[in-house]
């Protein structure tokens, strides 16, 4: 019997578990590795491959119509924006993510997040590799205990960080979300009307996906609203923020900083423009990316993967819903 052909498409520094191509090889099925959309559509054996598995590879039109057998996508994450789910629809292939995978890592960054800004770590450490003990004076933190985090989006991720804040550092919850109208979490409250939270919240954290009616969801009169002592943070998707706002309104104390893990233009270089921010903290699209979160995603992937093709709907996917 002739193995079923899957294609992992990684990019040059992406990886997936050998747990997760064991769990493939085992159900049948032969692995193709490829580095770029060149080697993909240069190669015939690869084009006639049944499963497609991605990172943040980037799976549009063209790629999904040259793949005659195509029948599962899978994405190792949680985010499908790199994956054109409108061209496979029409093809009748679907789409899977791995919803449950990431939640608890990202919400642990935004707390590493909100720790190193409220306690002035990113600026301590840099001023004492200087030799500037004396910056202690000048670096005075606040306590979380007390403050205001205002959630903005309120599913998995949000919902721990609401979790976490409350249970790990005494803090109060403000979410908005406008699909959850009741929450089972202690001491959360959630509200209609996003003024509110750009009014109370010391910590502003986004958790929404990006779609075209969410581009700059956070611009200069979001900013505005907020207190001047607030920060936000983003580790949800780049294009929520207006960036150039964001730098303008951190510069001007119009907020006192920021965090992001994500960015409207990926990958950023040293020129980036939210580098001239005065006050900002920045990560490389790390929030995900720990070794129980990344083993995680490879095994849903693949389970997707196995699904798929042995003929059924998997269990994750997003489009051609029953």
């Known amino acids: 019997m002739e193995k079923r052909k899957v294609v992992v498409f990684l990019g040059q520094h992406e990886e997936i578990t050998e747990d997760s191509k064991d769990a493939l090889k085992s159900s049948d099925c032969q692995l193709f590795l490829v580095r770029s959309a060149e080697e ?23 790629l999904i119509n040259k793949m005659p057998n195509l029948k599962v996508i899978a994405r190792a994450g949680v985010g499908t924006d790199n994956i054109d789910i409108d061209s496979a629809t029409k093809r009748k292939v679907y789409v899977c993510n791995v919803p449950d995978a990431n ?3 990202v919400a642990e960054h935004v ?3 909100m720790i190193n800004l409220s306690h002035q770590i990113m600026h301590g450490d840099r001023e004492i590799k200087k030799g500037n003990f004396e910056a202690r004076h000048h670096y005075v933190g606040s306590e979380l205990a007390g403050k205001t985090i205002g959630v903005i989006g309120f599913g998995r991720i949000g919902q721990l960080v609401a979790h976490k804040c409350i249970n790990g550092f005494d803090m109060n ?6 699909y959850v109208k009741e929450t089972d979490i202690p ?12 009014k109370e919240a010391d910590f502003i954290t986004l ?7 969410l581009h700059h969801f956070i611009d200069a009169d979001a900013l505005e609203a907020m207190k001047d002592t607030a920060y936000i943070i983003n580790c949800a998707r780049g294009g929520l923020i207006d960036e150039d706002a964001l730098v303008k309104a951190i510069n001007n104390k119009v907020i006192a900083g920021a965090a992001v ?11 980036y423009a939210l580098w001239e921010a005065d006050n900002l903290i920045a990560t490389p699209h790390t929030g995900a990316s720990t070794h129980e979160a990344l083993a995680r995603m490879s095994m849903g992937a693949a389970k997707a993967i196995i699904e798929g093709l042995d003929g059924g709907r998997p269990s994750t996917a997003l489009n051609m819903k029953e």
């Open 173 to 178: 919850v403000l979410a908005y979300d406008p």
């Open 187 to 198: 001491n959360v409250r959630l509200v209609e009307d996003l003024a509110e939270i750009y």
């Open 103 to 105: 939640f608890n890592s």
């Open 40 to 62: 993909l559509l240069s190669n015939e054996l690869f084009l006639s491959s049944e499963g497609l598995l991605v990172r943040g590879a980037i799976v549009d039109d063209e």
């Open 111 to 113: 707390m590493g997040f």
């Open 207 to 213: 958790h929404l996906p990006y779609i075209p009616a």
């Open 261 to 271: 893990d994500v960015y409207q233009f990926e990958p950023v270089g040293a020129d």
